[in-house]
């Protein structure tokens, strides 16, 4: 069994970041520049935030964040956005969900622009990853084609299982491993909380994506042996006793599920740590485009 | 086992749609109409546009037929595409494809603008549509989901297997039948040509779309009892001693599979004749989309 190292890959990915700004700088480039917006001041919120602004520190790119009160209005919030999407500076954009509840987080999605859209929720980029074209692919989908590229994972010709149907993980993972490309080509079976014995799937996967957000869902029994686990699933779990009074648990039953993997990520430390990367990524190439458009 | 009916379906359907132009004219509406750009003159390209307009004028829709000689330059087709997208009485758009090979495909469907694209075609729209965003669905995928909708057939819960991974068809469908409405709530598995022992999953089957192109691919041994089977495929195949010549097969060997199937699709006369209603239903969804955003 090998244990993917998402933190460990997570920083050589940073480090290859960092190598290229300073080569675009060297070459007279500009500095790839994000930005930021935090609505209202939820913890969970703060944390990631924070994180995003510190690896852009990490490999070298400007970052702003722009803090709004939670009783900002739509409008305010929006002219915000056109604001920055008229930037020249400004690379990539990200609002950070969720928004407080009189925000409607699909006009704010709707209204980044696309190419500035480093998240890549918008329609449009959303519609060019399922039509195979070039595009900002969001970052947990992009983690987790990056965990499977860097360990060499085969993936054409694999029955691959994706546990959950999600907008922002399943459904664009389901897209991905289709396409004929690598990683990709595998035969995909998207399962639910529709599809009844869920077993029958899961027995049957080379690969298995579980992001459906029940702790410890996936036991021994219900993988066959050998299979690569992809577990997205973080929940927090009370544990008494430790220091947080809490920790964080995947999807997946890892003590029973992992001497049958051949592969798989733990939680925490799998999944998690290159979603950052992806926004890093996609920030990087949204200037790239422009350069290329540029030229 | 119960024959699909698309011919009296899309029939049915068509007859819907001019009670629905009668009402909007009534109520001091405009006709819906649909403008169709050709570009030389395959002869196959010139029938499929020919019932395209003459469905058009079966309920009610004006439409405008617009042709090219095939040596017309890309700059020139953009320009009537852009001239369309402005016309305030044309409500869809649709490019003939294929175009000749000095005009590239994606930057005409790109330049349509996505409130006319009634192809389905444009990535805003095919975003949208795997956002499980209102849309227009493309032809194929929106004929089979009326198809399953108008037999009743049951979906939630069930096995769809989708054979073909193609941007107009075996993507999209796969897509739609994973969502969380009806037709859909199925565990989709998406076979295509990287897939090994396809037998494997088609025999798991409860709906079995194919959508490949090979003409009677699908055998009795590679079903199971009691399946629905939506035929996607038209191919010509030479037949000796008929009038044309030729005669149109689908991916399924109908005379061997029909006997196991609760459901079958034949070909030609199943799939088929609801394409043609979709562009006609997106056009009318267009002009009401345009209705509801001016009043």
Redesign the interface.
């Known amino acids: 069994m090998i244990l993917i190292d998402g933190k460990q890959t997570a920083e050589t990915i940073k480090a290859e970041l960092a190598l290229e700004v300073e080569h675009i700088l060297k070459n007279g480039g500009k500095r790839p520049h994000l930005a930021a917006i935090l609505v209202g001041n939820d913890g969970a919120s703060e944390t990631y935030i924070a994180s995003k602004v510190k690896a852009c520190k990490k490999v070298g790119f400007n970052s702003t964040l722009i803090r709004f009160p939670s009783d900002t209005s739509e409008e305010e919030l929006l002219e915000e956005v056109l604001k920055i999407n008229k930037d020249e500076d400004i690379d990539g954009l990200i609002v950070q969900l969720p928004l407080p509840k009189h925000i409607s987080e ?1 006009k704010v999605t709707e209204t980044i622009v696309p190419e500035k859209d480093v998240d890549g929720f ?12 070039p595009t900002f692919v969001s970052a947990t989908p992009y983690g987790i084609m990056q965990l499977l590229e860097r360990y060499r994972i085969e993936t ?2 694999k029955h691959c299982v994706v546990i959950g ?1 999600s ?1 922002i993980v399943g ?2 993972v ?2 991905l491993l ?3 490309t690598y990683p990709g ?1 595998c ?6 909380s ?3 014995d869920i077993e029958k ?1 899961t027995r049957e996967a080379d690969i298995l994506v579980v992001a459906l957000g029940k702790p410890g869902f996936v036991k021994a029994n219900m993988v066959k042996q050998g299979v690569v686990v992809i577990d997205v699933g973080i929940t927090r779990v009370e544990a008494p006793g430790t220091d947080k009074g809490y920790r964080i648990m995947g999807d997946v039953d890892f003590d029973e599920v992992a001497p049958k993997c051949s592969y798989i990520t733990p939680v925490p430390g799998g999944v998690g740590p290159m979603t950052i990367v992806a926004l890093l990524k996609n920030t990087l190439l949204s200037l790239s485009n422009k350069l290329s458009i540029n030229h």
Chains 1, 2 share one sequence.
């Open positions: 699909k918008h329609p449009l980029n959303v519609g060019k990853l399922a039509l195979n074209l054409a010709g149907r907008n459904s664009p389901s897209i289709s396409r004929n080509n035969t995909v079976t998207l399962c639910h529709r599809t009844p799937y």
